[in-house]
C-alpha cells in the first residue's frame, strides 16, 4: 500500500503496520512517554488512533483508490485495562462492507493477549472529487 507516515500522528505515536489483506490489519504502538497519559498510563486517546488508524488503513485497502476515499465516520472505545509500558497490538477486522460505510472491530491487547481496548470504528466511502 500507499502512504506516507513522515510527518503524521502515526509517525508521532509510533504505530507500525504489521500487516494488511482483506481479512483485516494487524498495527503496534508503544507505550510510553508519547502515548502516556499524566498518570503513567496508556491515553484512552492514543488507543483510538491506533484502533481508527488500523480501521482507516483496512477501509484504504478494501476501496477502489482510484476513484474512492474513506474517512472516519464514527469511532467508539471501551478501555478496558491500564498499560504502564510495553507495546500493544491492534487486530481490526471488518464487521460490514457496504458500498458507501464499512464497520470495523478493533482488538487491542497487550503482549499476553489480554485485551486492553475493544473498539469499533465506522468509515464512510465517499466518490473522489
Known amino acids: 500500500m500507499d502512504y506516507n507516515v513522515k510527518n503524521t500522528l502515526m509517525e508521532s505515536l509510533g504505530i507500525e503496520v504489521i500487516s ?3 481479512e483485516g490489519v494487524v498495527a503496534t504502538m508503544p507505550v510510553d ?3 502516556h497519559q499524566p498518570f503513567g498510563l496508556l491515553h484512552g ?17 478494501l476501496i477502489d483508490q482510484e476513484n474512492e476515499i474513506c474517512v472516519g465516520l464514527e ?12 507495546v500493544v497490538t491492534a487486530y481490526a477486522t471488518p464487521a460490514h462492507r457496504g458500498k ?8 487491542i491487547v497487550d503482549e ?8 469499533r470504528c465506522t468509515m464512510a466511502v465517499l466518490k473522489k472529487k
Open 112 to 119: 499476553e493477549d489480554d485485551l486492553v481496548c475493544l473498539s
Open 33 to 35: 512517554h508519547r502515548t
Open 100 to 107: 458507501t460505510t464499512m464497520v470495523w472491530e478493533i482488538k
Open 45 to 61: 486517546g492514543a488507543s483510538v488512533a491506533l484502533a481508527e488508524t488500523a480501521a482507516s488503513i483496512g477501509a484504504y485497502y
Open 20 to 22: 494488511v489483506s482483506a
Open 75 to 86: 469511532i467508539n472505545a471501551n478501555h478496558i485495562r491500564g498499560k504502564k509500558s510495553g
